[in-house]
């Protein structure tokens, strides 16, 4: 069975047995109700994607940018605040596909701050979105690419372009998180993105989009691709940094 069509049976399937609860204050209706999450900050600070050192706008500092292909990284909100830790975790592992909706909500309004009080438009160069891919395993155990979904939903927020299909995940890899030295974790990267379409990219500033960034290990990788193939600038945008 297709497992989209799957999913979705799973999921009306469990709003039947376990109606929607706040995962913040469990009142009925939504999985994030208004109220706790008008409660959640966006985050007013910037930091480098590979020394997390306070940069400009987040910008890339001189040091790391000999070996971050990533130019600017923006991280809508906080992981420490534990709402935002559980909607991303509940998101990725319980397979509850409607939670990229307040994740975008979050991103939605870090782009209104960082756009009319910090007079940075990150939409000024018509930047194309690209959600940073899963490998294929994860997605027909998981059924979507939480990445795909929130790159989704701000394309159509902000009426911008989204494209899915301009790069993959070749191989399947140990997950990040269960590998400790960092120099292994970047072994376990090198050489795992595939460009499908060139095309797309000629030129372009990308908006690479995904959950959640840690080292920016596998931000880096999409972007060294991406660029090797002709975008011009990268800037990665988060829910948030764990
Ligand atoms: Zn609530
Ligand atoms: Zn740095």
Redesign the pocket.
């Known amino acids: 069975m297709n497992t989209y069509y799957a999913q979705r049976i799973y999921n009306w399937f469990l709003d039947l047995i376990f109606p929607k609860r706040?995962?913040?204050?469990?009142?009925f209706g939504?999985y994030?109700?208004r109220?706790?999450l008008g409660t959640i900050s966006i985050k007013k600070n910037f930091e480098c994607v590979g020394c997390k050192r306070n940069t400009p706008f987040g910008q890339t500092c001189f040091l790391c940018a000999k070996t971050n292909s990533v130019d600017q990284l923006l991280i809508a909100t906080d992981y420490k605040n534990s709402l935002v830790e559980k909607t991303i975790k509940f998101l990725k592992y319980k397979f509850i596909s409607d939670l990229e909706r307040p994740l975008s909500v979050l991103i939605k309004k870090y782009l209104k701050w960082l756009t009319l009080d910090k007079k940075f438009n990150v939409f000024e160069a018509n930047p194309l979105l690209i959600p940073v891919p899963l490998n294929s395993r994860r997605l027909n155990w998981r059924g979507f690419n939480q990445s795909e979904l929130l790159a989704k939903d701000l394309a159509g927020i902000f009426q911008m372009e989204m494209a899915g299909d301009v790069i993959e995940r070749t191989v399947n890899i140990t997950p990040q998180a269960d590998i400790k030295e960092k120099e292994e974790r970047l072994k376990n990267l090198s050489g795992i993105f595939k460009i499908l379409n060139k095309d797309k990219l000629i030129g372009r500033e990308v908006l690479l989009i995904d959950d959640i960034c840690t080292t920016g290990a596998t931000l880096n990788e999409c972007a060294k691709v991406l660029k090797a193939n002709g975008a011009l600038k990268i800037i990665g945008l988060v829910v948030a940094r764990g």
């Open positions: 706040c995962i913040g204050c469990k009142k939504d994030v109700c109220g706790c």
